[in-house]
């Protein structure tokens, strides 16, 4: 194939193409090719030097994604979060670092009422629950005493319990202990298990406005080794 580039080059030379048209062609008449085929062939050289654009459906595909991941950020640069207060951070870090919740049950329905609060408050971070029931031993009789119906009644309470935590699927166990007293009983469980929240229902107010918090919870309140919260229904 004759470099026509190099004649164009040479005829604009000499004067200019109009003007030496005759040279032009007496050059393509000597090499044996059209001056039709000549620009043909141009034409299909340059196509595959530069070829044209063609869509894809992968192309197409890719370029939505691009377009999506960009809109998404830039609505988030838009838009950023609400800044909150440190203590209001610190609020959220210390209730998603409850783990485990012990929950003290008498079998009341205020006692259960405080098992449910206690699902819901360790449902976001899948919480252990420990419902514990807690036999008062009298000082009269040894801590290992026979005390066979204190038993059933502590089995059952805590079957109850452990039945409203299954339905809220949170991992969960049962422990019946034996104290001289209650609170004792519920805050050397808490030292033991490394509780990190103590969950307990109160009964309603029936008597005296003084006397809302009984023995037992006001001990938890003093001494527990962890937070504390106490849930008093209103009749």
């Given at each position: 194939?004759?470099?026509y ?9 000499i004067?200019g193409?109009?003007?030496n048209?005759?040279?032009l062609?007496?050059?393509i008449d000597?090499?044996?090719t059209?001056?039709d085929d000549?620009?043909a062939?141009?034409k299909k050289e ?5 070829p044209?654009p063609?869509?894809t459906?992968?192309?197409?595909l890719?370029?939505?994604v ?7 950020i830039?609505?988030w640069?838009l838009?950023?979060?609400?800044q909150?207060?440190l203590s ?8 998603s670092?409850i783990?485990?919740?012990i929950?003290p ?6 006692a259960?009422?405080?098992v449910?609060l206690?699902?819901?408050l360790?449902?976001?971070q ?6 514990t029931?807690v036999i008062?031993?009298p000082f009269t ?8 119906k204190?038993e059933?009644?502590?089995k ?6 452990t039945?409203?935590?299954?339905h809220?699927n949170l ?5 019946v202990?034996?104290a001289?007293n209650?609170?004792?009983g ?6 033991e ?8 229902g109160?009964?309603?107010?029936t008597?005296?406005?003084?006397k809302i918090i009984g ?5 938890v309140?003093r001494?527990?080794p962890?937070?504390?919260i106490l849930d008093?229904?209103?009749e």
């Amino acid at each position: 194939m004759v470099d026509y580039s190099q004649i164009i080059k040479n005829v604009n030379s000499i004067g200019g193409l109009q003007k030496n048209l005759s040279v032009l062609k007496l050059l393509i008449d000597r090499s044996g090719t059209s001056l039709d085929d000549e620009i043909a062939w141009r034409k299909k050289e340059e196509e595959s030097v530069n070829p044209a654009p063609q869509l894809t459906v992968l192309g197409i595909l890719l370029a939505v994604v691009f377009c999506g991941c960009m809109s998404t950020i830039l609505w988030w640069m838009l838009h950023p979060p609400a800044q909150i207060s440190l203590s209001a951070a610190k609020a959220r870090v210390a209730i998603s670092a409850i783990k485990k919740i012990i929950v003290p049950t008498t079998g009341t329905s205020y006692a259960e009422r405080a098992v449910e609060l206690a699902c819901r408050l360790g449902e976001k971070q899948n919480a252990e629950i420990l419902v514990t029931y807690v036999i008062e031993i009298p000082f009269t009789l040894p801590l290992n005493a026979n005390m066979e119906k204190a038993e059933t009644i502590a089995k059952e309470a805590v079957d109850r319990g452990t039945g409203i935590v299954q339905h809220s699927n949170l991992p969960f166990r049962a422990r019946v202990e034996r104290a001289r007293n209650v609170g004792e009983g519920i805050i050397r469980l808490a030292k033991e298990e490394d509780a990190d929240l103590i969950v307990m229902g109160i009964r309603p107010i029936t008597g005296q406005p003084e006397k809302i918090i009984g023995r037992t919870s006001e001990a938890v309140l003093r001494r527990a080794p962890c937070e504390v919260i106490l849930d008093r229904r209103v009749e």
